[in-house]
């Protein structure tokens, strides 16, 4: 079993900047790899970012690609998504998720935290 927890999430202005965080509890974390979704108000959940256990290969969905980074930090079991040029559009609830297996994966995921605010104001 894993447990996730996001901080970080806050209200920025369009165009600012803003890093959320995941911690996850358990002894094998970089068995897991590791995707962040968001949901806006009224809309699905969408897929914005995942990552492989190594952390040696990332994706991410077109509409944050350039923008966003995701990054692991498996000695703190840990992973990070760093948004930058930060549009309305972004804002929504983001949502940390595990995937048991280490391999890169934008769905499939086993194991999802309560998720965190992040408010983009123009």
């Known amino acids: 079993q894993v447990q996730l927890v996001e901080s970080g999430g806050g209200l920025v202005q369009a165009g600012g900047s803003l890093r959320v965080s995941c911690a996850a509890s358990?002894?094998?974390?970089?068995?897991?790899?590791m995707g962040w979704f968001r949901q806006a108000p009224g809309k699905e959940r969408e897929f914005v970012a995942a990552i492989s256990g190594s952390g040696l290969s990332e994706t991410y969905a077109a509409s944050v690609k350039g923008r966003f980074a995701m990054s692991r930090d498996n000695a703190k079991n840990t992973v990070y998504l760093q948004m930058s040029s930060l549009k309305p559009a972004d804002t929504a609830v983001y949502y940390c998720?595990?995937?048991?297996?280490?391999?890169?994966?934008?769905?499939?995921?086993?194991?999802w935290g309560q998720g965190t605010q992040v408010t983009v104001s123009s």
């Open positions: 998720a595990a995937n048991r297996s280490p391999v890169v994966s934008i769905d499939k995921y086993d194991y």
């Open positions: 358990g002894r094998t974390f970089s068995g897991y790899s």
